[in-house]
T-cell receptor
Framework: AQSVTQPDIHITVSEGASLELRCNYS??????LFWYVQSPGQGLQLLLK??????LVQGIKGFEAEFKRSQSSFNLRKPSVHWSDAAEYFC???????????FGKGTKLSVIP | DSGVTQTPKHLITATGQRVTLRCSPR?????VYWYQQSLDQGLQFLIQ???????AKGNILERFSAQQFPDLHSELNLSSLELGDSALYFC????????????FGSGTQLSVL
């Protein structure tokens, strides 16, 4: 069965600092990997996705993520965090031909001005 | 605004009751997905419909059912409600069957008292 682990429940960073959110997945075949962001009172918005090809993927809002097959990881990064990035971030996995995403439990990001 | 509309935004009901949650997908999207978000379980896939047909089923209880109508809107019916059914229920839509990019609504917050 597929699964996603986000080991950090809550992270606090200062505005302007760099950010890395960790994600480890378990999937028997080639995974499709996603990062979604959820702002308070809102639904989830897709930040970026990896299906194949270049293992470093660029997303919206200045985010990027790197797929590392050997580590079963898909960590999300941003070089300089803005106060508006405060939200909850979810990593998810699915596979080719699969119709359901399996989400991690999420990492809540707080940003100190 | 994702273009996915969910009603109502909030629902308060009692144990044993039945409720219906409604979702209107983005214009042109044929797939509708239902997810449940709770503090203990996180985001769990419930069910997917594609162009009126059930496509995939996840962790959906037998007390829950869903359907997608010819105009592509979907309803999630929850019956014999229990306290543990209190959660945020999200609908998402996508233009294809594979769910490679999901557009989420803002959710319906269900409180069972």
């Amino acid at each position: 069965a597929q699964s996603v682990t986000q080991p950090d429940i809550h992270i606090t960073v200062s505005e302007g600092a760099s950010l890395e959110l960790r994600c480890n997945y378990s999937y028997g075949a080639t995974p499709y990997l996603f990062w979604y962001v959820q702002s308070p009172g809102q639904g989830l918005q897709l930040l970026l996705k990896y299906f194949s090809g270049d293992t470093l993927v660029q997303g919206i809002k200045g985010f990027e993520a790197e797929f590392k097959r050997s580590q079963s990881s898909f960590n999300l990064r941003k070089p300089s965090v803005h106060w508006s990035d405060a939200a909850e971030y979810f990593c998810a996995v699915s596979g080719a031909g699969s119709y359901q995403l399996t989400f991690g439990k999420g990492t809540k990001l707080s940003v100190i001005p | 605004d994702s273009g996915v509309t969910q009603t109502p935004k909030h629902l308060i009901t009692a144990t044993g009751q039945r409720v219906t949650l409604r979702c209107s997908p983005r214009s042109g999207d044929l797939s509708v997905y239902w997810y449940q978000q709770s503090l203990d379980q996180g985001l769990q896939f419930l069910i997917q419909y594609y162009n009126g047909e059930e496509r995939a089923k996840g962790n959906i209880l037998e007390r829950f059912s869903a359907q997608q109508f010819p105009d592509l809107h979907s309803e999630l019916n929850l019956s014999s409600l229990e306290l543990g059914d209190s959660a945020l229920y999200f609908c998402a839509s996508s233009p294809d069957r594979g769910g490679e990019k999901l557009f989420f609504g803002s959710g319906t917050q269900l409180s069972v008292l």
